[in-house]
């Protein structure tokens, strides 16, 4: 678990700030539920046969003896509050987002943290396939207005509960000649959960998937329909997708759309999925409500922040130059520096300074490093004349104007 100090907390807040200007536009309404829940969400939800529910949650038991569970993830308690707060008879779908801490115990390493940060979208009560493109397209629009420029999208269908146990008989079936083959997590898996063997990491394991049956071809005709729908709209937005048969993804409740997200570089495959998400369809009655259809995703931001820093892209590039620092010398220029901040802040212009300085030359070295386009010098002589000076920082041409006329004059200058 990290400290996210003072530098960083600029890459979260920029990350949020075009996370929820977008899902803004998509209608998505803000939901927070508590970081600790009943352990038994969870299991029932996020299932007792996944690694998270097996290997990976951060549960403690309280004075009273309940056991509680810091959340590994959005889903199941995003489905519980919907519960619990009636939302199933206000209008459907209902598109919820929330962005927050998540805890699973890993082991940590590039891209896996025990605490992280997701933002995560959920469209709860509609089981159109347009919406599973939809939230693939919205979280590809996130990455792509954070300049992800190879992205690859990674579908697949797991098929539900008409057509996936008769596969998961296929698999097992497949699977059994090849049992010394396999490593122990996969072998034991064939008893649980089958279908997580197509996506183990061991390359043992892998040689043996190359040849197994594909779920595809086993989809049953609702699953199918579902499925040649989610890629029709995605071939009509037009976004880079790539079948891929052997995800499967490591969470129980997801039925027939499962998608992950990548960069396409080295870096990218190293670092994992950005965004992972799927549609599932029984959770919400698995959870104690009517039969209810649902499909979402989370991205994980801290993975998103590690590729960006991976660029080379400081954290000033990233977030933009503030347009103007307001350097001053001397006593007086200081006072009316302070109340000159003030009217820029009043138009909404963001203006640098560092007012605790006296050294222009260490004033004008700020201005360097945060690449702003103007320098306002307000020194002895301005400020007893009422005067400013603008420097454009690109041509280094120098104008006076002023003093009661600069927040005017910079105005149209930015505007321009
Ligand atoms: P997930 O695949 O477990 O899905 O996580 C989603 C994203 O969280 C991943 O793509 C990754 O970016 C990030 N992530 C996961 N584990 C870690 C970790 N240990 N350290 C850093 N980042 C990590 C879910 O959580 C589902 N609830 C998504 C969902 C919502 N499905 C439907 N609705």
Redesign the pocket.
Known sequence: MHDILPEDQRYFQKIYNVCETLINFYGFKRIDTPILEDAALYEKGTGLTTDIVQKQMFTLRTRGGDYLTLRP???PAIIRAYLEHGMQALPQPMKLYSTGPVF?Y?HPQV???RQ?H?F?L?VIGDGDPVIDAQIIQIFYNILTELKFKKLIIEVNSIGDSQCRPYYKKLLVNYFRSKDSALCADCRRRMKENPLRALDCKEEKCQREVRQAPQIIDHLCEECHRHFKGVLEFLDEIELPYRLNPYLV???DYYTKTVF?IFEDTEEGRKM???????R?DALVKLIGGEDTKAV?????I??VIALIKDKGVSVQKFIGHPPIFLAQLGNIAKRKSLKLLEDFRGVKIQTAESLGRDSLKAQLNMADKLGVKYTLLLGQKEALEGTIIIRNMETGQQETVKLEKVVREMQKRIKK
């Open positions: 993830e959005f889903t699973r890993e891209g896996r943290y992280f997701q995560n959920e993804r490591g969470l992950e994992g999925s950005l965004v992972a998400g799927g599932y979402g995703g989370a991205m994980g801290e993975r």
